[in-house]
């Protein structure tokens, strides 16, 4: 049976690799593996979701709130908006783009992503018919370059994917630049991805209150501990967030990941600990790779960082074949868009495990 012609057209998205294929791969421990490919947090869940999921498995035979007014109260606490403003997705922030395409988009309409950031916005919003437009994010300055957005828009425009702190570069946009694209531009929705704000402790959430056409992705699966869970959520105006209701799959989010979400947002000591421990990684790995001749790394806002690796005469395919034979895994950037074959992005780990990697890394090197 044949498949629909855009399905036929499309790539299939690639994840960073996991500990079990590299340790079936390589032969090794799955224990002794160092991830660092993934953007997770590797110091695991808050104590309080997991006692909470342990209480909640006995009624996984029943089906889960579908209004979810608990869990809606305790993110609009945490993100300083009203509980009208805030939509919850059930597959990370993954279904909250979902649901955006599925709202907002219709076949021939096109939407603007700079070059390189996080691709799945494209993977998603294309199986709806939808064109990609790229701008782009200067390497050179490690900035957005925002002349590049305004030459991109059309009348065909339709959404703007800002990602800040973006990845894979790390970089922040300035709030007056999200500002002054969305009021010279009222009618195209611009999604500011915030996935990894705490880490850059800056948020844009205030800005929903000042435009309609802004709505914030977030995500559970970063500072929040929640990878495995899939918890993501949005926030934007009434309107938006009303519209995004009418369409989003009613029992999206499992008992176990209410359950597990809910109370991680009441566990305000493991918040502040996972950020506090994670700026402390990051700014570890980042001046150790600093002092790496053969090495560029990217300073970064959010709990991952950028290396240009090309001096060392390694691709990015190479040197991460090398370091997963070691037993680390790290992202090879080749398939990001606006990226060459020379680079690859670590993301932050316990300080025991970023001393190993350190140590492996230079070794392969030399």
């Not at 190479?318 to 990226?339: A, H, N, P, Q």
Request: charged fraction near 30%.
């Amino acid at each position: 049976m044949k498949a629909r012609q855009i399905v036929e057209e499309m790539d299939s998205y690639v994840p960073g690799r996991s500990q079990d294929e590299i340790a079936q791969d390589f032969g090794l421990k799955k224990e002794d593996i160092i991830k660092l490919g993934s953007n997770e947090n590797p110091w695991g869940p808050s104590p309080k979701a997991m006692k909470a999921i342990g209480e909640e498995i006995s009624s996984i035979n029943r089906y889960p709130e579908s209004q979810l007014h608990e869990l809606v109260s305790e993110i609009a606490r945490y993100s300083g908006v009203d509980d009208s403003q805030v939509i919850i997705g059930g597959d990370g922030a993954d279904e909250i783009i979902d649901v955006l395409a599925k709202t907002f988009i219709d076949n021939g309409d096109e939407f603007i992503v700079p070059l390189p950031s996080y691709m799945y916005y494209e993977y998603l919003l294309k199986q709806y018919g939808a064109k990609a437009v790229y701008a782009r994010w200067d390497l050179d300055e490690n900035k957005l370059d925002v002349q590049s957005i305004y030459d991109k828009i059309s009348p065909k425009t339709k959404m703007i994917f800002l990602c800040s702190p973006n990845n894979p570069t790390g970089t922040l946009i300035d709030k007056e630049v999200l500002s002054d694209i969305a009021s010279k531009n009222p009618e195209v929705l611009i999604v500011i991805d915030e996935a990894y704000f705490e880490y850059s402790e800056v948020t844009n959430r205030d800005l929903i209150n000042e435009f309609d056409n802004i709505f914030i992705i977030r995500t559970m699966s970063k500072v929040l501990g929640l990878a495995g869970m899939r918890v993501g959520y949005g926030l934007a105006c009434e309107e938006i967030i009303e519209y995004m209701h009418r369409i989003k799959p009613v029992f999206s989010l499992t008992r176990l990941s209410f359950a597990a979400a809910l109370n991680t947002f009441r566990d305000t000591e493991y918040i502040e600990e996972s950020i506090r421990k994670g700026i402390e990684s990051r700014q570890y790995l980042y001046d150790e790779i600093s002092k790496i001749d053969d090495l560029h790394v990217f300073p970064s806002k959010s709990n991952f960082m950028l290396i240009d690796i090309r001096k060392t005469g390694f691709t990015a395919a190479e040197l991460t074949l090398k370091l997963m034979k070691k037993g680390v895994i790290v992202r090879d950037c080749t398939s990001f868009k606006g990226l060459d074959e020379y680079w690859i992005r670590i993301s932050i780990c316990t300080m025991e495990d970023n001393k190993r990697f350190i140590e492996i890394l230079k070794e392969v090197l030399s």
